[in-house]
DNA sequence: CAATAAATTTACCGAACGGTATAAAAAGAT
DNA sequence: ATCTTTTTATACCGTTCGGTAAATTTATTG
């Protein structure tokens, strides 16, 4: 039965987004999920070990229709929107996780929550340098990596609006923020 | 003699910066500074006192120059390019201590870090939408909150990527930031 | 110089931390 | 039915946590 597993994970998540991870004690998620301690050290090793397949579980899907959206090279403002698309998609379909995923990408640098999501967070924007390194126009070209960081910022800005807001990100929002982040790369 | 009180702070944002609040604890802080416990609970109270008092030191000031740099009410690319350059400015002068700042600014909501930043985060927000509420466009009056996070999203975008690749946040990268931005509001 | 107030130290507190040795219960396989 | 493996629980480990009482040093003031 992984019925423990998942209510730990289902804990975890609730914890780490609302106190976060390093003031989460491994007492209360445990006490929270209706299982004991040894049970969470059973299926994850330690505390970290809990982050970390709490992010796998969700990151891992989510990177395979991320690159897929962006393989395609046929022109960057339609692979932009395939991205954009699958990052608000992912967001609405789990907004909770996501929190935690804007959390993390902004934790510092040394922190366990950093080292945690830091590979995740090197492919996005491999993904995104790759996609705006590919593009004819040697201005983009040459600018792929701060393009890659500030689209990504761009993305995650709407999104923590969303979260916070409660605007919907539809097709119709990914369409204008990838019109006005293309507009202002050739202003 | 405050000389414990500035290499308490002093030690404690290089800290919080690298470890970040939640995972830093006091011993570590008056060991590094070279005092004892006790006259970090004099001059601070508590833990969070000596976050808060860190905060402050920095943030009030420059809310000083925010505030004047929002305030005369001439046009608003003019003024979004004052307070873009007072947020560069900052940024490059205190580079660590911004880190800091964007680290607070994405903390779960329920932590001591988030708590800590809440007023500033909403007096600057409070700032920016003011600005935005205060254009005769109705399309940018009618959206003032929504522009307020966005601008903020981007200010902070730029100063992250400064922050990390060593770009140069100057008038140039501040005007081309506001003018992009105006752009994408009537697109 | 004496008296007072501020700053700092030594030594300690109870509680919560992450983690584990051991063993009982549950599930699957033969 | 029994044996084996996986899963869960009781009870506990040493360490570190934030915080403090009491006393000592330092600086200020009359």
Chains 1, 2 share one sequence.
């Not at 970290?48 to 960057?76: I, K, M, T, V, Y």
């Not at 698309?85 to 935690?100: C, I, K, N, V, W």
């Not at 967070?121 to 393009?147: E, I, M, T």
């Amino acid at each position: 039965m992984n019925d423990a597993r998942t209510a730990l994970l289902d804990t975890a998540l609730e914890r780490f987004v609302e106190r976060g991870y390093e003031s989460t004690g491994i007492q209360e998620i445990v006490d929270r999920a209706g299982v004991s301690k040894p049970t969470l050290y059973h299926h994850f090793g330690c505390k970290e070990g809990l982050l970390l397949a709490l992010l796998a579980e969700s990151l891992e899907p989510f990177q395979s229709r991320l690159e897929s959206a962006a393989n395609h090279q046929d022109d960057l403002p339609l692979a932009l929107n395939r991205v954009t698309r699958a990052f608000f998609d992912f967001a609405g379909q789990s907004p909770q996780f996501y929190r935690l995923v804007i959390c993390l990408a902004s934790a510092p640098s040394g922190s366990a929550s950093a080292r945690a999501f830091a590979p995740y967070a090197a492919r996005w924007h491999a993904v995104l340098k790759r996609l705006f390194a590919a593009a004819s126009n040697p201005r983009v070209h040459s600018r792929s990596a701060q393009l890659a960081v500030t689209f990504l910022g761009v993305i995650n800005t709407w999104i923590s609006l969303a979260l916070n807001d409660a605007i919907a990100l539809d097709q119709d929002l990914a369409f204008q923020a990838v019109h006005q982040y293309m507009h202002g790369i050739y202003a």
